[in-house]
């Protein structure tokens, strides 16, 4: 990379908890979830190339799973519909997608992917846009996209275009996540159809308590009301939340978003770490990261 490239972490997504409260007449489901970002990524690196054109090259370990689409890829959707804001045909650029998480996981990645795009983008070609704008066009390429742009936690309402700050997430600062993934992709509308309109009620965590042990217990407390049907579908996600239930360190067990991958919940990021080691030695099978929440510290 040229030394006027610039790269970020686009940081995994991790529903918390997830409630599913309803269904619009449009098919789309109502949703309560407490959202944060774990500091295990997909990295962009993005540098400028001549002539308005737009390149992207995908690396890493699961590359091969975005095989044959790459045009429509969201990560050069989101550079062209951020040119097409800022009126900017001329602007090129040559971007670098190193796919680190698993594919069709419930972990975000391809929003986080485009919302990394459009933020290292913004600073590339020096573009004046306001984060108003820049969460304008996230909207546009999906409904993810906006709360990936601040990979910060959030509570998360409407059809997940609801966004809000959480009150007293400060707690989460030192806590560690361990994220489990059986290697095979899970289609979200085929969660959602499998949940056949049971949905359940909401139990908004807009606050957090001060003590981690209490936020657990909130925790426990909730549910991700699309982890029996994804179970019906692919039950070795049971035997995940099982193993990892039973995992030294780890504090809660669950799945996040429409799965497969599922999360344990630790008390700090050396617990997660060693947590993860464990499970890589008994599950060479299963894709395994250990790691903290995203501070947002390595500012691109
Ligand atoms: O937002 P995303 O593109 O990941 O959504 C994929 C599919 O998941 C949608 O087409 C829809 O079938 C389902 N979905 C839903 N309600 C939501 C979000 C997603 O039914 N709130």
Not at 174 to 186: A, H, S
Not at 252 to 274: E, I, K, P, V, Y
Request: proline share 5%; aromatic share 4%; with cysteine.
């Amino acid at each position: 990379m040229q030394t006027d490239a610039l790269a970020g972490l686009a940081p995994a997504k991790v529903n918390l908890y997830l409630h599913v409260t309803g269904r619009r007449a449009d098919g789309y489901h109502l949703l309560d979830s407490l959202v944060v970002f774990a500091d295990i990524g997909d990295r962009v690196a993005v540098e400028p190339l001549a002539e308005g054109r737009l390149r992207l090259e995908i690396g890493g370990p699961f590359a091969a799973a975005l095989d044959g689409d790459i045009g429509d890829n969201l990560v050069l959707r989101a550079a062209r519909a951020l040119r097409d804001a800022a009126g900017r045909a001329e602007l090129g650029a040559a971007i670098r997608l190193d796919k680190n998480l698993p594919v069709t996981a419930g972990l975000g990645g391809g929003s986080a992917d485009a919302a990394a795009a459009l933020r290292l983008l913004r600073r590339l070609w020096s573009l004046d846009l306001g984060n108003a704008v820049l969460k304008d066009i996230a909207l546009g390429l999906g409904a993810d996209v906006p709360v990936c742009l601040d990979s910060q936690p959030r509570h998360m309402t409407g059809i997940g275009e609801v966004v809000t700050p959480v009150r007293g997430e400060a707690v989460l600062a030192d806590m560690g996540i361990v994220l489990v993934n059986p290697r095979q992709g899970l289609p979200t509308p085929a969660v959602f159809r499998a949940l056949a309109g049971r949905f359940g009620a909401a139990q908004p965590l807009s606050e957090l308590p001060a003590d981690a042990a209490d936020v657990v217990a909130a925790l426990a407390a909730r549910r991700n009301d699309l982890q029996s049907p994804a179970i019906e579908l692919c039950p070795v996600i049971g035997e995940i939340i099982e193993t990892l239930g039973a995992t030294d360190g780890v504090l809660l067990a669950r799945m996040s978003g429409s799965g497969a991958t599922c999360f344990g919940l630790c008390a700090d990021r050396t617990a997660a770490r060693s947590a993860a080691l464990h499970l890589r030695g008994a599950r060479p099978d299963w894709w395994v990261a250990g790691g903290g929440l995203w501070q947002g510290r390595e500012e691109p």
